[in-house]
């Protein structure tokens, strides 16, 4: 066989492989745009069928302001990208005031916007047109959240965790996808999960500082570090539990004012 017949096989090859290498991202690729054809259909058709209720009274206004979106969209990542445990009753509040009570309402803090389910139907609402919201929680409390208050998170909402004379405290839960690339017995996995941080932030004294959960860092962040460090010992307080980490919030307001 000669040389030039030998490089020409080589090369054939060579071309294969490559063709080999590249049908499977293809083919997941078309099967990716086949998918987001025949959920933007879906989509197209709930908001078609809407429930009756959505036609009159404050459901309708609701419907203007909110879209519909596929309930199975996250099938394929581990974990949620909701705030609270479970949807639950909740107030919204429009930019003048007006309020509107859902049953059925959580924060996706992976879009950062509420969403609300009524008669299957899910629907996620537009931030910009709802500015506080207030969640009735399962112990009898309710946790608001504010949006574009966090000058750090500007487009998010912010729950308001303490608001005092002297200090003001707000949470962000931010949820990312992240994405990881295994290999499984010769063929490649991607692999996507949820993962959830908080970023706690306070007005203190009139300046806007980050807080960590270090008793003795919050203590120097909150002013009078030393009371405050001795009131935490004294009191077996632990910052990342939240009733411990709202008491040190009072005391530390009180230190300010004394």
């Known amino acids: 066989m000669s040389i030039k017949t030998l490089l020409t096989i080589h090369f054939v090859l060579g071309l294969l492989c490559g063709l080999g290498a590249q049908i499977p991202n293809q083919a997941k690729a078309l099967d990716e745009e086949r998918n987001d054809r025949l959920r933007a259909i879906a989509l197209e ?16 206004y609701l419907a203007t302001v909110s879209r519909a979106v596929d309930p199975d969209r996250y099938r394929e990542v ?19 005031l007006n309020e509107y ?12 916007q509420f969403e ?52 003001v405290t707000t949470l962000v839960n931010e ?4 994405e990881k690339v295994v290999q499984d017995v010769g063929r490649t996995l991607t692999l996507r999960r949820f993962n959830a ?4 932030y306070a007005v203190v004294d009139g300046e806007f500082i980050s807080l ?17 460090s001795k009131f935490i010992k004294a009191e077996k307080l632990n910052p990342a ?18």
């Open 212 to 228: 960590s959960n270090s008793p003795k860092k919050l203590a120097a962040e909150l002013g009078n570090p030393a009371e405050l």
């Open 197 to 200: 941080k908080t970023h706690t």
């Open 45 to 60: 058709e709930r908001e078609a069928n809407r429930p009756a209720a959505f036609q009159s009274g404050d459901l309708a």
């Open 116 to 167: 609300f389910s009524i008669e299957g139907h899910l629907r996620e609402l537009n931030p910009n047109n709802f500015l506080r919201v207030e969640v009735a929680l399962a112990d009898g409390s309710k946790a608001t959240y504010a949006f574009g208050i966090n000058p750090t998170f500007p487009k998010m909402y912010a729950e308001i965790v303490y608001k005092g004379e002297n200090i």
């Open 78 to 96: 581990r974990g949620t990208p909701y705030v609270l445990e479970a949807f639950g009753p909740a107030t919204l509040f429009d930019l003048t």
């Open 241 to 258: 539990k939240r009733a411990d980490f709202l008491r040190i919030l009072q005391r530390a307001d009180e230190l300010l004012d004394e």
């Open 175 to 178: 949820i990312t996808n992240e």
């Open 101 to 112: 009570q859902l049953d059925s309402v959580n924060l996706n803090g992976f879009t950062n």
